[in-house]
């Protein structure tokens, strides 16, 4: 990451904000197979089980282009765009100032692992707090496909959204889920901005290797891996909640998710979310170093 006294923060701010726009773009075919996959349930009819809708990244990719049309995938696609203008800006222009202020202005050397990590888990957590109902938005058009054919849409794109959410379920809804969203983003950023942050860091000190192309894409491959391991089971129950209204909480889902499913429901879509977020970790960190340099 950049020296805070080398980049102000509106740019850096405007750099992450585009960044994160620029993958959320490119990605999002594949947020909306993950989303798909995480709010599928198991339907039992007797001493048996319906066949998943929805099998794999592709297979999941493949039923929503068939059966809704190819720009079904990128359903969400406005209040994604929303979200990541206001959580990417915010998640990466306040983690160098917020990491500086734990080490100190004069600080000199590689900041401590422990020192990124608490800094990322401060800034996901205030980034997302205020862009959580771009994210209920988001997740609520993306899971209107799971509604039985012919069944009439509840929304008629983001805005309609939002206005709806706000007249049928009061202005509080739109912070619905804030608790494991919170949990989620802290973690999934703490995850993503300190393990690119230490691996690159880490790359750079092995001969041969210079702060380029290359180093940005294991860096931002690094962060996507670490991003799901951790982040997994909160961003099922994040999307669980927001996709559907039948939990009362946190706790609730999880534990009926736990008691109906078992524990590898947490990590329902691991290999469409790691595709996910490893890609939008090298396009936005790609896109957001060039960019940097570019302003700089």
Not at 100 to 123: C, H, M, Q, R
Not at 143 to 157: D, F, M, Q, S, T
Not at 215 to 223: E, F, I, P, Q, S
Request: hydrophobic share 45%.
């Amino acid at each position: 990451m950049a020296d805070p006294s080398e980049i102000s923060f509106a740019r850096i701010f405007v750099c992450s904000a585009f960044a994160a726009c620029v993958a959320e773009f490119c990605t999002i075919p594949l947020d909306t197979a993950k989303v798909r996959l995480q709010l599928q349930k198991r339907v039992p009819v007797g001493d048996s089980e319906v066949a998943p809708k929805y099998r794999g990244l592709l297979g999941t990719v493949a039923t929503i282009a068939k059966e809704e049309g190819v720009f079904a995938l990128w359903k969400g696609i406005v209040p994604g765009l929303h979200r990541q203008c206001v959580y990417g800006g915010l998640r990466i222009g306040l983690y160098e100032p917020v990491k500086t202020f734990f080490v100190g202005s004069n600080y000199s050397g590689d900041v401590p692992l422990f020192s990124k990590i608490v800094a990322a888990l401060l800034t996901g957590a205030i980034a997302i707090a205020v862009a959580n109902p771009t994210d209920l938005v988001k997740v609520r058009l993306q899971a209107e496909g799971k509604l039985p054919v012919g069944a009439p849409r509840r929304y008629g794109g983001a805005f309609h959204a939002y206005y709806a959410i706000v007249s049928q379920e009061g202005v509080a809804a739109l912070w619905t889920g804030l608790g494991p969203n919170i949990a989620r983003n802290a973690i999934v950023n703490a995850a993503e901005l300190a393990s690119y942050d230490h691996v690159k860091e880490t790359i750079l000190k092995i001969p041969g290797f210079t702060d380029n192309v290359l180093t940005h894409v294991l860096a931002g491959l690094g962060a996507g891996f670490f991003a799901v391991c951790i982040g997994s089971p909160v961003d099922v129950v994040k999307s669980r909640m927001m996709g559907d209204s039948v939990y009362k909480g946190t706790i609730d889902c999880f534990f009926k998710t736990l008691k109906t499913e078992g524990a590898f429901a947490f990590y329902k879509g691991f290999f469409p979310n790691f595709v996910r977020l490893g890609s939008w970790n090298v396009i936005m960190f790609l896109t957001f170093e060039q960019l940097k340099k570019f302003l700089n």
